[in-house]
C-alpha cells in the first residue's frame, strides 16, 4: 500500500528546521513510503534526501512566483523564483512535471496563487492540495 506525502520540507526551507536525515526517520517512524520534498526555491533538501531514503522521493520545489506559490513535483532542475505563474508552469511542464497548487484557500501569512491568477491557470494545473498541517 502507497502511504505518502507530497508536500514536505527540510531545513533547506526557510520555514523549516528539519535536517534529510530526520526526515527520513520520520518517515519510515510513521510509515511513509513515498514523498514529495518540496523546499522553497531549491531541489537541494530533495536532492539530499533521496540520496539516503530507503523509499520513494520525487523531487520538487515550491516555487515563489510574481503572484504566489506553485509548487513542481517530478523536477529535474531548479526553477528560478520570480517568474510570472504562467511562465513557471511552462518550466514545470517542461521537465516532464505536474503543477501543483500549494495551500491554494490559506489567508494566514503563507504565499498561496492569487485567485484572480489562479483562475485564468487553473486548467493547467494537474493537483490541487486539499489538507495542509497547518
Do not use: W
Amino acid at each position: 500500500m502507497l502511504k505518502g506525502d507530497f508536500h514536505m520540507h527540510t531545513h533547506h526551507s526557510y520555514d523549516c528546521l528539519v535536517e534529510p536525515g530526520a526526515l527520513v526517520d520520520r518517515c519510515i517512524k510513521v510509515g511513509l513510503n513515498c514523498i514529495a520534498v518540496t523546499d522553497h526555491n531549491s531541489l537541494e533538501g530533495a536532492l539530499a534526501v533521496k540520496k539516503i531514503a530507503p523509499f520513494f522521493v520525487i523531487l520538487g520545489e515550491e516555487i515563489k512566483t510574481t503572484h504566489g506559490e506553485i509548487t513542481g513535483l517530478f523536477l529535474t532542475e531548479e526553477i528560478p523564483k520570480g517568474l510570472s505563474p504562467l511562465e513557471t508552469i511552462q518550466r514545470i511542464k517542461e521537465q516532464g512535471g505536474l503543477v501543483s497548487l500549494p495551500h491554494p484557500f490559506d489567508r494566514i501569512g503563507r504565499s498561496p496563487l492569487e485567485s484572480e491568477i489562479m483562475a485564468e491557470v487553473v486548467s493547467l494545473v494537474d493537483i490541487i492540495e486539499g489538507f495542509n498541517a497547518r
